[in-house]
């Protein structure tokens, strides 16, 4: 008997590239042996939605989209009886797509394909974020509304450069929250600028932002807190640290690894969750879900024995260009904090005059 898949796909994603390779990707799939119902996403959710009520009734789901595709489907299967939950194949074809470099997940799509059907189950950690999931981050602060604000259409023409025009036009409201964060014995309070709590080794495009020994099935995650800059300098100097990979040495940078945590605010903030909107809270409590849902890698392209010549060349490449794009920002940011503390100077000279 064939083997049942359910293949979700976002007609949207990354310049609709998925659109002229759907017929050969559907071939590989029915030439491996699988009966396949096909459902291209209509609404945002529809993936979750399609997952939660239908995972059952088929051997393996597969989607194909950007990261909050794959979000989508994984808390979709979150939600499902635990008997009901089946193994996920990810075909990558979104704008940045963190989730699949730090699988090793084939760029090309129809290699991506080869690999769901060849591939095994990795068992991978889930996040827990109050009554929602997330697969790779939960994220705060500056600019995180950015990927979820972004026009889809704007994002296929001009990729990173999109998330960089959107970042500019938040420079004004650039602004810092006052938090209390406590895990295991530890608490820590102040006013943050930013804050991820992530399971993955590629953030935004860059690789080993978080350190190099990120794992996705050991129980933890990585906590980066970002304190409210005091001087024009620092954000400087903190970007500087983020680039260079090296955010531990960093005053003005918090950073720990944890499988639970509480963060609390006095006002309601916004949460992204995956590139997603992850909603206002003033109180939201995470949770590492241990090895809660497979994911199908193909075991040849692990992180030890991937050592591609141009695949490395290619993620240099394209680091090379965000890392120029963040500088830009990184600019414009101390042009504005720099015009703000001049502003304070002044008024503050007149008020003593």
Known sequence: MKK???????????KGM?????????????????????????????????????????????CSGGDGTL???VTGM????????????????????????????????EDAAWDVVQGTPFACDIGAFNNDF???????????DVSYETKQEVKNVLGHLAYMIEGMKRLPTLKSYQMTIRYEDQEVSGKFLYGMIT??????????????????????????????PRKPMDIQSILTSILMRD???????ITFKTNMLTIESENEIQWTLDGEFGGK??????????EAVQILVNEGRNLEKLEKKNEIDEENEMTKEIEGEILTISDLINAKLESEYAEKENSDGISEN
């Open 78 to 109: 979150m939600r499902c009886e635990e008997k009901d939950r089946r193994p996920i194949g990810y075909i990558p074809a979104g704008s940045t797509n963190d989730f699949g470099n730090t699988l090793k997940i084939n760029k090309k799509m």
């Open 199 to 228: 399971n993955s080794d590629s953030v935004g495009g860059f690789k080993h932002i978080v350190g190099k020994d990120v794992k996705l099935n050991d129980g933890v995650f990585e906590v980066v807190l970002i304190k409210e």
């Open 281 to 290: 809270h003033k109180k939201v409590e995470i949770v590492n879900k241990k």
């Open 71 to 73: 979000d989508e489907v």
């Open 134 to 144: 997330f697969v790779y981050i939960a994220a705060f602060g500056a600019f995180t």
């Open 247 to 253: 955010i531990e040495h960093n005053e003005r940078i």
């Open 4 to 14: 049942k898949m359910l293949f979700l796909f976002n007609m949207k994603s990354g």
């Open 18 to 62: 998925i659109r002229n390779r759907l017929g050969e990707i559907l071939d590989i799939f029915v030439k491996s042996g699988f009966e396949v119902t096909a459902h291209p996403t209509q609404c945002y959710k529809d993936a979750e939605q399609i997952t939660m009520k239908e995972a059952g009734r088929y051997d393996i789901i597969v």
